[in-house]
Nanobody, 126 residues
């Protein structure tokens, strides 16, 4: 059974940092593009970041560009999201996702991803 389990969410002040982790099991982690999405109340789920199989390529949403960093550890089967200079508008439920892409495209649409974690709440106070 494929499982993606997020951790690291919490409450931080604006300007602070937080590091999310997503531990994967039940899949050939090395062969999956991994991504992060987020969804705030009343808003659509939006793309945050994605990383290629070996971690050599990344893609970021415009709203987090230059502030967030996605990385992966294929030995630990874990993908991370380092969030810096956090803003209140970053407040959302963050989801980890896995894409068994054969095209190796770092997709930004949620429909492309095959597996999803349960999410973790990130709250940034003003």
């Amino acid at each position: 059974q494929v499982q993606l389990v997020e951790s690291g969410g919490g409450l931080v002040q604006a300007g602070g940092s937080l590091r999310l982790a997503c531990a994967a099991s039940g899949l050939n982690f090395r062969a999956y593009v991994m991504g992060w999405f987020r969804q705030a109340p009343g808003k659509e789920r939006e793309f945050v970041a994605a990383i290629s199989w070996s971690g050599g390529s990344t893609n970021y949403g415009d709203s987090v560009k230059d502030r967030f960093i996605i990385s992966r550890d294929n030995v630990k089967k874990t993908v991370y999201l380092q969030m810096n200079s956090l803003k209140p508008e970053d407040t959302a439920f963050y989801y980890c996702a896995a894409d068994r892409s054969t095209s190796r495209i770092l997709a930004t649409d949620r429909e492309t991803y095959d597996y999803w974690g349960q999410g973790t709440q990130v709250t940034v106070s003003a």
